[in-house]
């Protein structure tokens, strides 16, 4: 199965800075097939990034995946209050389906 | 709106059996591949099973392979995990989740129900 390492695995900034986090696979995603979802406590998980930089309906523009083979970004370019949350990959480009270990996005 | 609420979870002793429901509303179930993810509190997410749209079709991880079963009722828009031969490393919160296509991203969650099996 693909393993995906996500790095860092907490990121403490402010309110509008930058996000950057990375996802990086154990081999190749030939089809580029990587999502991004956000977890807030209590709360379902939220589908943020398709296909590697496809933004799910509604999520805002602030949003945005990059990425290819085995090195895959989410940046959120300014930070609102809404944003510190756990955020994970998941690649489906191969089965099984697999799980970065998570991102936690905290207030610094 | 679209909805996904399971039930079912609860302590369980190791060797116990339990079966979890996903209740789906708010779209065209049928249209859908179902799956169960599940969730150590604290720790990352683990891909459990699938289930096709028709329920011809289901996959499981390795590690639940020959304990669990998946099964869906379209016409109650219902997704289900027969759980059996629980052990202790089942303990999570278990989420239905949908896809259009397997494999596939999800794009929609439930809250999920924990399960807790210990003595």
């Known amino acids: 199965e693909i393993v995906l390492t996500q790095s860092p695995s907490t990121l403490s900034l402010s309110p509008g800075e930058r996000a950057t986090l990375s996802c990086r696979a154990s081999r190749s995603l030939s089809s580029q097939y990587l999502a991004w979802y956000q977890q807030k406590v209590g709360q379902p998980h939220t589908l943020l990034i398709y296909d590697t930089s496809k933004r799910a309906t509604g999520i805002p523009d602030r949003f945005s995946g990059t990425g290819s083979g085995t090195d895959f970004t989410l940046t959120i370019a300014r930070l609102e209050p809404e944003d510190f949350a756990v955020y994970y990959c998941q690649q489906y480009d191969t089965s099984p389906l697999t799980f970065g270990g998570g991102a936690k996005v905290e207030i610094k | 709106e679209v909805r996904l609420v399971e039930s079912g979870g609860r302590v369980v002793l190791p060797g116990g059996s339990l079966r979890l429901s996903c209740a789906a509303s708010g779209f065209t179930f049928d249209d859908y591949t179902m799956h169960w993810v599940r969730q150590v509190p604290g720790k990352g997410l683990e891909w459990v099973s699938h289930?096709?749209?028709?329920?011809?079709?289901?996959y499981y991880a390795d590690s639940v392979k020959g304990r669990f079963t998946v099964s869906r009722d379209n016409s109650n828009n219902s997704v289900f995990l027969q759980m059996d031969s629980l052990k202790s490393d089942d303990t999570a919160v278990y989420f239905c989740?949908?896809?259009?296509?397997?494999?596939?991203?999800?794009?929609?969650w439930g809250q999920g129900t924990l399960v807790t099996v210990s003595s």
């Open positions: 289930i096709s749209w028709n329920g011809n079709s289901a």
């Open positions: 989740a949908r896809s259009l296509l397997a494999p596939a991203y999800l794009d929609f």
